[in-house]
């Protein structure tokens, strides 16, 4: 049956049919209860502290919302569609529970404001979980760097063999960007966590609030400072989809990587049987699904970016209907980061690099060259003659189908008299890594400090991984 509404004093008609389904944002903004419930609480306290309400109202409407939140996690509550939103289904309930108290919980207080503090609590609660998961999947690579920390591999530029590099830098590049996106994330947390209840529909409310007191039970950490924008502002969200997006694009780039080395062409890695999947006709197959529904999976954050970029775009001041279209992005934004970063913490530690395939490969592509020059500049030669000089030498190796470090001295000689018998130690894998011992380089010692000091940023942070 349809529910008089809870605003239809100044309404002669009943709403439309269609436009009730149109305009009904409860079959996604329920999963905003517990916080439009504690954001309630909150705010009869206050009114109770400021003569407002009684104590013997207080009471009630905080038992009545307690019960309504009890009947809701055990499935007993029934949602009603013509309530249109979370706050009129609550609130509703709450005057059948209780009688006239329940009619006084909106007193000095808005829809406007009420969903925006619900949704910065939510997502204030979201973020730290998705801070913790970003956190599991460093750790996981972190743990998998220090294991791979003497796994030589070919690096690449234009995808084409470049230097070798060791596995464990590789994987240590991949924590670099998770780590500036915990960061980032970690950062938009302060702008989330600001309450801006008491900013009713726009102007702020006649009665003497106390603003403090809510902020503080709600465990925000600032209040807003303008009822305006306190009710229309939604960048909190857009700078967190975005920070989202670029985690997806992080996500996604490691993803497009290993579906390369699973690929036949490089065969580097091992993922775990059981985060891949069969085909149905092909019997020999094992395909890296994570990997690729991640890599996709990046387009529908990308998307609720530019979907709430352009929710915002054309919105006079304070709060518009609009606004109402913010939940599905940033919820989906939150549900898809949060599954992928959950499948990849346990994907991880099944990798398994194919150490042989990876040295095979480095070893090809005359990944030592630039070594070969940094040698005949050691020993005097200017840089771009040693270019020039080792350019002819790989020239010769194509030609002759040989290894740099296969080709004899004498051969060598030809090319550079100041070549001598210790250019072999530049030449082999090795000795590429090795001699980039730097801060920031690939040599396995310096992958093995890397990995000790990423720890420990981990274990130091406040929101840890679970
Ligand atoms: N469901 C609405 C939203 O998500 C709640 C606020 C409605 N306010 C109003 N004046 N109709 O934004």
């Known amino acids: 049956m349809k529910q008089k509404k809870l605003w239809g004093g100044r309404f002669s008609t009943s709403t439309n049919d269609l436009m009730e389904a149109y305009s009904a944002s409860i079959g996604f903004d329920w999963r905003l209860y517990k916080q439009d419930i504690a954001g309630s609480i909150a705010h009869a306290r206050m009114l109770c502290s400021q003569k407002v309400l009684t104590e013997d109202e207080f009471n009630k409407i905080e038992n009545g919302l307690i019960e309504i939140r009890e009947d809701i996690e055990q499935g007993r509550f029934e949602w009603d569609e013509s309530y249109e939103d979370i706050h009129m289904n609550i609130e509703a309930n709450l005057t059948k529970k209780i009688g006239e108290a329940g009619k006084k919980l909106h007193t000095g207080r808005s829809r406007n404001d009420q969903i925006a503090t619900d949704i910065r609590l939510y997502l204030r609660d979201e973020i730290d979980s998705l801070l913790r998961l970003i956190s599991g999947v460093q750790r996981a690579l ?41 960061d980032r994330i970690f950062e938009c947390r302060k702008r989330v966590n600001c309450s801006p209840l008491g900013s009713a529909a726009l102007a702020g409310t006649s009665y003497e609030i106390n603003r403090k007191m809510t902020a503080d039970e709600l465990g925000f950490e600032e209040i807003t400072r303008n009822s305006l924008d306190a009710v229309s502002d939604r960048d909190f969200a857009i700078e967190f989809t975005a920070h989202g997006s670029l985690l997806m694009v992080h996500l996604s780039r490691m993803s497009e990587e290993m579906v390369l080395w699973t690929s036949d062409g490089f065969d580097f890695v091992d993922l775990g049987d059981d985060f891949c999947t069969g085909s149905s006709i092909m019997p020999q197959k094992k395909n890296p699904d994570v990997a690729e529904l991640t890599r996709g999976k990046c387009g529908r954050v990308t998307g609720n970016l530019m979907a709430l970029l352009v929710l915002m775009k054309g919105q006079p001041l304070a709060y518009n209907r609009d606004n109402q279209e913010d939940k599905e992005p940033l919820f989906d934004t939150i549900d898809t980061l949060s599954i992928c970063l959950q499948v990849f913490e346990a994907m991880i530690p099944g990798i398994v690099a194919k150490r042989d395939k990876m040295r095979e490969a480095a070893s090809k592509g005359y990944s030592t ?73 690939t040599a396995p010692g310096q992958v093995k400090l890397a990995a000790a000091a990423a720890s420990k940023i981990l274990a130091a942070r406040m929101i840890k991984a679970s």
């Open 369 to 441: 060259a630039t070594d070969l020059a940094d040698y005949l500049v050691r020993k005097s030669i200017p840089f771009r003659d040693a270019h020039e000089i080792v350019g002819k030498v790989v020239g010769h190796a194509v030609a002759q189908n040989l290894q740099l470090e296969n080709i004899p001295l004498t051969k060598l000689r030809e090319f550079s008299d100041a070549i001598e018998e210790d250019v072999y130690d530049v030449l082999t894998l090795e000795g590429s890594v090795n001699a980039r011992d730097h801060l920031g380089g």
């Open 142 to 182: 972190v743990e998998l760097a220090a294991r791979e920390a003497d796994t030589i591999m070919p690096g690449y530029t234009h995808m084409q063999s470049a230097q070798p590099v060791t596995f464990g830098h590789h994987l240590l590049a991949w924590n670099e960007m998770l780590d500036r996106d915990y």
